[in-house]
């Protein structure tokens, strides 16, 4: 388990961390080393990463839309987030192709309501993300779990009796080019 500053430094040398989030604790790696994550959950490649960002501005780089599309979005981003919702747009160029191998012109996009996430984040930039589990198991909650599971990952040393975490994963809701579609329901219920 590291400090805050340690784990930032790591992120930023292009190694796996885990932080809590407002939904359920991240495994993290900077974008252009997403294969770390697929190879350390034996995650499937038909399930794509997140980009988890530290704003909501900061969001829109990584997307390409209409300026009435952006319109549309920007209004759900700014109604809904911070918070556990997760938007599958269009993927700028600035996404690698590994991030989500299957359809790599598509991205989840999202912003965490926590501190200690957004704090992370402010300094790594964006990261690819993901729940800190292996494939099929549990997400884990508790930030020792998760250093015991992934003894490589270098694990935020923080204690959880301060949990912000929901414990449920965010909603997913994918941008069809018309209107949105509801992929996973979590705590935050969009009218789609």
């Not at 979005?73 to 160029?93: C, D, F, N, R």
């Not at 690698?96 to 926590?114: D, E, F, Q």
Request: hydrophobic share 40%; charged share 20%; net charge neutral.
């Amino acid at each position: 388990m590291v400090s805050i500053s340690v784990l930032i430094q790591k992120a930023i040398e292009n190694q796996v961390v885990s932080f809590p989030t407002d939904t359920l604790p991240a495994l993290a790696v900077k974008p252009s080393h997403s294969e770390l994550i697929f190879e350390l959950k034996q995650r499937s490649y038909e399930k794509p990463l997140i980009l988890m960002v530290s704003s909501v501005d900061e969001i829109w780089q990584y997307v390409k839309g209409t300026p009435e599309e952006l319109i549309i979005w920007q209004k759900i981003a700014h109604e809904y987030l911070p918070g556990g919702l997760t938007m599958v747009l269009p993927a700028s160029s600035l996404i690698p192709a590994k991030m989500n191998p299957l359809n790599p012109n598509s991205i989840g996009v999202r912003v965490p309501n926590c501190s200690i996430a957004q704090e992370i984040l402010r300094h790594t930039g964006g990261m690819a993300t993901t729940s800190a589990n292996l494939s099929g198991e549990e997400a884990l909650r508790d930030m020792s779990a998760i250093a015991q599971k992934f003894p490589s990952v270098h694990v935020l040393d923080y204690d959880n009796s301060k949990n912000e975490n929901s414990g449920v994963a965010s909603t997913v809701i994918k941008w069809t080019g018309e209107n949105w579609q509801t992929l996973r329901q979590g705590k935050i219920i969009i009218k789609v």
